[in-house]
């Protein structure tokens, strides 16, 4: 196996590369839990050693020049392995990768670029990974005039039009989530059970009264102590996650002009609730992969930075 | 010292005692930290012998009849001393005071009720404790026509009118506060700064975009990192606790009619910043202390129980 450059995907606790061919082939993949916070808490660990250890049998002591090594996510944070500075939007996709970073690596083999992340000084907002998928997106979809929504701990809505990326804003949804269903009161009322209609009927009501989230939130507490047995046996979850979704949605539909195009980068079942509550509200958004989006991110860079 | 009665607040993580004469005077009073979660955590407890240590002094074997005790809050809670069911607003005081619940105790010295908290059944709603500073404000307020608000971990709104509570509304807001604030990402951005004009521009950025939450939050985290002057330096605490109380507020002011009238309940800070935030929407509402309020409401169940 002779790669022609290697695509690294360096999360807050997940590592991901892929050894790829210059036609975009995947000739070879591994994942490691060596993201930035592991390498952090463990001084015998470098970024570099870290990597190397990961892609040592796809090098070749024999290679004429270094081995083209792409990096997006928190590589280039500040605690990171070199801090790669924030570009502004709006952004154009060759740009963020001519801002790239390089770091000083010891391995002759590898030639190191760590992308930069995005921000917003107005409306202050920053992502650092997501701008990757957007950029891996754009060169899959050109032309696409819209918002791509990015769900996670920290979802991204993105507009691109006109081959750019010209704002931004984020939700700390699953963060809060998360943070709800584990570390609060509503903790005692969210277990395994599921319900799509309790979801979606709880999409609707945060659609209509979008103001009430720190309200509607501790009726999931009281739902199933007031004898109401409409509401008395319904999954705390979905009540929390329709709650939590649904605010996100109706602010974010509250600023798109009607008819606006919507996709949703992910993968799984938050992608499918973003779906279904992004149909609620009469939107109709396709979902897109987001490891081969990564990819595809990742390509774009790798051609414009070395010129292929 | 002989009291005629003794009032307690027994909270989830406080207990506090009052030795009362007839004419509302204060003889003594104690406090200790075995709330409600305490006496569960430690089989060695009962909710009697707590109360009975707290209250030694204030016995005396020599009583004809036994010393009435009125207790609100956590103690009658199912995981409490004895399960006092909530009642259904619309409710008078006189109601609650007469769905008191009597535990068995041993001690041949006290008589003990415990007071119900109240619930709502359309759009589920609980309260355990406040339900009794409502009573003690209607007590000190007769005529009253407005809301009154208790903020705190689980902030209460009540509708008072006509000597009845006939409506509340429940917001998280304390407790998203506190787990935002120690346990999310927004813990790196909040410190002990503080400034008063950050928290009420914040309320008035809520104001005129009260669905935002989740987004606004994110602006903590990256108001630091994008290099713009106008908010790198804003105090983190001062935007989520404007943004956590904006938010509240403008759902809750969105559903009273004009000129309505807001009573605070609470002490020091916290009902201060209610006071300033309502302010921002033109609201003047006074602040009422909430430790004699709550005197109050034991009393006015005293009378009702025992016929005084």
Redesign the interface.
């Known amino acids: 196996m002779s790669p022609a450059w290697i695509a690294v995907d360096w999360g807050t606790s997940n590592l991901r590369v892929w050894a790829m061919d210059d036609s975009a082939n995947i000739l070879g993949q591994a994942s490691s839990s060596q993201g930035m916070n592991a390498i952090a808490a463990d001084e015998t660990l470098s970024f570099e050693s870290v990597l190397i250890g990961l892609i040592e049998n796809w090098l070749d002591d024999g290679y004429a020049n270094r081995l083209p090594v792409i990096i997006c996510g928190m590589a280039g944070a500040k605690q990171g392995w070199l801090e790669a500075p924030?570009c502004s939007v709006p952004v154009h996709p060759a740009k963020l990768a001519a801002e790239a970073v390089i770091p000083d690596v010891d391995d002759r083999r590898i030639a190191v670029s760590i992308l930069p992340g995005l921000?917003?000084?107005?409306?202050?907002?920053?992502m650092r990974g997501e701008e990757t998928q957007l950029v891996g997106f754009m060169a899959v979809h050109p032309g696409f005039d819209g918002w791509v929504c990015l769900p996670g701990t920290?979802s991204k809505w993105a507009r691109v039009f006109d081959g750019t990326i010209s704002a931004f804003?984020?939700?700390?949804?699953g963060?809060?989530f998360a943070?709800?269903s584990s570390?609060?009161?509503l903790r005692h009322s969210v277990d395994d059970r599921w319900d799509d209609a309790v979801f979606e009927a709880t999409i609707r009501e945060t659609a209509n009264?979008?103001?009430?989230?720190?309200?509607k939130?501790?009726?999931v507490?009281?739902?199933g102590?007031?004898?109401?047995d409409r509401?008395a046996n319904e999954p705390g979850a979905a009540v929390l996650s329709g709650t939590?979704i649904g605010?996100?949605i109706?602010?974010m539909i509250?600023m798109l002009a009607p008819g606006a195009k919507i996709a949703l980068i992910g993968d799984g079942k938050l992608a499918g609730l973003y779906r279904k509550a992004l149909a609620v509200h009469g939107v109709d958004a396709d979902i897109v992969d987001s490891a081969s989006i990564t990819l595809a991110g990742l390509g774009a860079a790798y051609r414009v930075i070395h010129k292929k």
């Open positions: 924030y921000k917003q000084v107005d409306d202050p907002d920053v920290h804003r984020t939700y700390m949804s963060e809060v943070l709800l570390q609060s009161i009264q979008p103001t009430g989230f720190l309200h939130l501790f009726t507490r009281a739902s102590l007031v004898g109401n509401v939590v605010t996100e109706a602010d509250s």
